[in-house]
């Protein structure tokens, strides 16, 4: 034992850790804050599948100007570019994150939030994953319970919001 009384040896810790509480989260709000993150997803996802950087000329036209001069450079390519590697960065962390999942959350998240083809609730556990309605509500809450956790940690939720006061 050190001076602050804490068991230093690896069954100590192992103790320590094990007291450590996950936090009780409100499933109404955590559902609704993961789904807005799969929302927002879904919107990034479609821009970037359709490649649409905004039509911007190379060359810039003439234009005159009876103001004066603001000191402001525009690039409006470069705007648009940060833009995108912005958006396709979002989109790569929840994948990443939604990838950490054990196989059949993965699978209910892929189906129902992320697939380009917007499904149901019932098409997910009667079709894809073949499951009674009450099982798959309870998987989804486990994954959506990950989920939050996860995001929280990368600061894309605040898990002040989510805790059950």
Not at 99 to 105: I, R
Request: hydrophobic share 40%; proline share 3%.
């Amino acid at each position: 034992m050190n001076e602050n009384n804490h068991d230093t040896t690896p069954l100590g810790r192992m103790n320590e850790m094990n007291m450590i509480e996950l936090p009780q989260l409100d499933k109404r709000k955590t559902q609704r804050a993961i789904e807005s993150i799969f929302e927002k997803y879904t919107i990034f996802h479609t821009v970037m599948l359709m490649e649409r950087v905004p039509q911007l000329s190379l060359t810039t036209n003439y234009e005159a100007r009876m103001h004066g001069s603001t000191n402001k450079v525009v690039d409006q390519t470069a705007d648009a570019a940060i833009q995108f590697a912005d958006a396709k960065m979002y989109c790569d962390v929840i994948e990443q994150v939604v990838d950490t999942l054990p196989s059949q959350e993965q699978t209910l998240i892929k189906e129902r939030y992320i697939s380009q083809d917007h499904k149901f609730d019932y098409q997910i556990y009667h079709f894809v994953l073949e499951m009674s309605e009450a099982t798959y509500y309870k998987l989804r809450w486990n994954a959506f319970y990950k989920l939050a956790l996860s995001f929280c940690s990368l600061g894309l939720l605040q898990m002040n919001e989510l805790v059950i006061p």
